[in-house]
C-alpha cells in the first residue's frame, strides 16, 4: 500500500511539473512533458477549444497506453479527463482500451 501511495505521488509530481511548467522537461511516455504544454487549452476548462496541430503531432508520438495510464491523476491537475480523452478522438488517433473511463 505504501509503494502504490509512493508512486502515486511521483505520478502526481510529474504532471504538474508538466502542466504547470516546470524549468525541465520530464520524459514520460515517449515524449518530453514540455512537449505537452499546446494541449493545455484542449484539455482544461469547461468547453475546451480543438487541439492545435502542435498538439496532435505531440500526443500521436506518444506511447497512449502509457499515457492512458495517468488518467486516474489528471484532475488533481486541473485536467479533465473526459476532454483528455475527447483530445485523441478530435487529433484522429484510435483510442487505446486503456485509455477508457469508467
Not at 525541465?24 to 484539455?43: F, S, Y
Not at 488518467?71 to 480523452?85: C, E, F
Request: proline share 11%; net charge positive; glycine share 4%.
Amino acid at each position: 500500500m505504501a509503494k502504490t501511495q509512493v508512486f502515486l505521488k511521483w505520478v502526481v509530481a510529474i504532471l504538474v511539473i508538466a502542466l504547470v511548467g516546470g524549468a525541465r522537461a520530464v520524459p514520460v511516455c515517449n515524449i518530453d512533458t514540455k512537449q505537452l504544454d499546446p494541449c493545455k487549452p484542449a484539455v482544461t476548462g469547461k468547453s475546451p477549444p480543438r487541439p492545435s496541430k502542435e498538439c496532435c503531432k505531440v500526443v500521436s508520438k506518444a506511447d497512449l497506453p502509457c499515457l492512458c495510464s495517468y488518467k486516474n491523476v489528471l484532475p488533481a491537475v486541473g485536467i479533465n479527463p473526459k476532454h483528455a480523452l475527447a483530445l485523441l478522438k478530435k487529433c484522429g488517433l484510435k483510442t487505446p482500451p486503456q485509455c477508457i473511463l469508467h
